[in-house]
């Protein structure tokens, strides 16, 4: 059989609602990467709150995080590496308009740090950032904010998250890609322009000297959307949202609870 790209989104996805791997997902990825098939995390989540799953599930191959932002290789250089910025203008524009997006809170997220406008483990859990407790240098104020970040991260208790991503795409002039995270969360990401999972993707295929016809993927949310398009195959979860469904080939006969994931693998190249 050809050699396979796997592009694996987390939350909602490879991840059980405890955002954990289980053992059987953690074996079958192993015994799909041993026979010769590149298994890539690919997710909105920034690296440092990626990092632990790649290291369990043993992996060596390039990741993608902040929903295509930053493609790169864990760990090591690698001179194919990708790290894309928008304009720091779109984040302190946010907190100005905090209130009419309802946001919980507002975060400016780069590849080795972050600045949100609200650290208070009441507000916000500092485990969504990859950390066990807030630090002072996480809080955001304007005049630290000297540099463009890789992606902007907020909560908001707005009913309808899709709706709001719509109408700020919209406010902003298509400039950004706002997408939504998978899982219960109301979380909306705010990436660079045309960035997304699928055009992350895409420079990998490419610099791998690979088709898409080659690329399976699963997702469960909104911003999988493209990457299920992109795919020679295109899996969304059975727990997966309803915007998510015209995009895919197939759907999983079993939820993110239920190891979706592993157990359609391990039916493709396994069983």
């Known amino acids: ?25 953690v074996e079958t ?65 946010m907190v100005s308009h905090r209130d009419a997006i309802q946001a919980d809170f507002i975060a400016g997220e780069y590849r080795n740090k972050f600045f949100i406008t609200d650290p208070n483990d009441q507000i916000a859990d500092p ?29 908001t208790k707005a009913e309808d998250k899709y709706a709001l991503a719509e109408d700020m795409n919209r406010y902003y002039n298509y400039n950004l890609s706002i997408n939504t995270w998978g899982g219960p969360l109301n979380i909306l990401e705010c990436n660079p322009k045309n960035i997304t999972k699928a055009s992350a993707l895409t420079y990998l295929l490419d610099k791998l000297n690979m088709d898409r016809k080659d690329l399976i993927a699963f997702g469960d949310e909104h911003n999988d959307t493209e990457m299920l398009a992109l795919a020679g195959c295109g899996y969304a979860m059975k727990n997966a949202s309803s915007v ?18 592993a157990r359609q693998l391990r039916e493709l190249f396994i069983d």
Not at 1 to 17: E, F, P, R, V, W
Not at 127 to 151: K, M, W, Y
């Open 1 to 25: 059989m050809k050699k396979k790209l796997i592009a694996l989104d987390l939350d909602g996805t490879l991840l059980n609602s405890e955002s954990k791997l289980s053992d059987f997902t």
């Open 29 to 93: 990825i192993k015994k799909v990467s041993a026979l010769g098939h590149k298994v890539i995390i690919t997710t909105g989540r920034p690296y440092r709150m990626a990092h632990t799953y790649y290291q369990e599930l043993e992996l060596d191959t390039p990741m993608i995080n902040f929903n295509g932002s930053l493609t790169h290789l864990p760990g090591k250089k690698w001179s194919e590496e990708q790290c894309l910025t928008l304009d720091k203008k779109y984040l302190l524009d």
């Open 127 to 155: 485990q969504l950032f990859g950390i066990e407790a807030f630090q002072p240098e996480n809080q955001f104020h304007p005049e630290r904010v000297t540099s463009d970040p890789n992606c902007i991260l907020f909560q």
């Open 244 to 261: 998510l469904l015209p995009y895919a080939d197939f759907i999983t006969n079993y939820t993110n609870n239920e190891d979706g994931v």
